[in-house]
């Protein structure tokens, strides 16, 4: 029920950020990559999904991501997260509703599938690390992603509060999917960045200056 909510866990890639398929496509261009041709390392081909998969993980560092992904495009691996990241921008409408949520003492938690920790840190590069939330949970740290229920559950933990106390907010539907199992009211993010940060606003009944929009997914 609105009001009720004293929690906030937020994804990353494609929630906090502008969207992974327009980041993708620019790093497609700046490398000079054959149309879809990350996507499909990424997606597609085995030791590219096997890779990605152990690095969310733990089980292999971003450097392995980087020479396997790298060899599979045929480009230089050399800081290659950082160049694949670059053009995945904080998205000012959801920052926003983050922050006015913690202004009116909501706790606020990130609940990230890796992209690697190091030697290149994307949350920290965002300025959306320790600092900004009141908890962290990266499945690389955790040894286990989503949608595991282990990793929701344990976002719940480090908030110190119950499912039907929180909200989250996904890009990927089948992420959503264990977060309502555990009663948390989801939140699908799809194109509209204002759309969604006017509904947290209204779920969290977080009052802005002016209209907030209308209570809708």
């Known amino acids: 029920m609105a009001g009720s909510y004293r929690g906030l866990i937020l994804d990353f890639g494609g929630v906090l950020t502008t969207r992974m398929r327009l980041n993708g496509e620019a790093f497609e261009r700046a490398e000079g990559l054959v149309p879809g041709s990350y996507f499909a390392a990424l997606e597609e081909h085995p030791e590219g999904v096997a890779v990605y998969a152990a690095l969310e993980v733990g089980e292999a560092t971003q450097e392995d991501w980087n020479r396997v992904i790298g060899g599979i495009l045929g480009i230089d691996p050399t ?10 921008h904080p998205e000012p409408a959801i920052v926003a509703a983050a922050e006015r949520a913690r202004e009116a003492g909501i706790k606020v938690a990130l609940l990230s599938n890796s992209f690697g920790l190091a030697p290149y840190n994307p949350y920290a590069d ?17 040894g286990v992603r989503k949608p595991a229920a282990l990793i ?12 039907g106390e929180c909200v989250y907010v996904d890009d990927v539907a089948a992420n959503l999917v264990p977060a309502e ?12 960045p204002t759309a969604t940060a006017n509904l947290l606003d209204s779920l969290l009944l977080i009052h802005q200056a002016g209209p907030t929009g209308a209570d809708r997914d």
């Open 79 to 88: 800081g290659l997260m950082r160049r694949a990241l670059s053009n995945l």
């Open 152 to 163: 929701y559950e344990r976002a719940l933990a480090a908030l110190g509060l119950a499912g």
């Open 126 to 142: 965002r300025g959306l690390w320790t600092d900004f939330f009141d908890a962290v949970i990266v499945s690389e740290l955790e």
């Open 181 to 192: 199992v555990l009663g948390i009211r989801t939140v699908h993010h799809t194109t509209d």
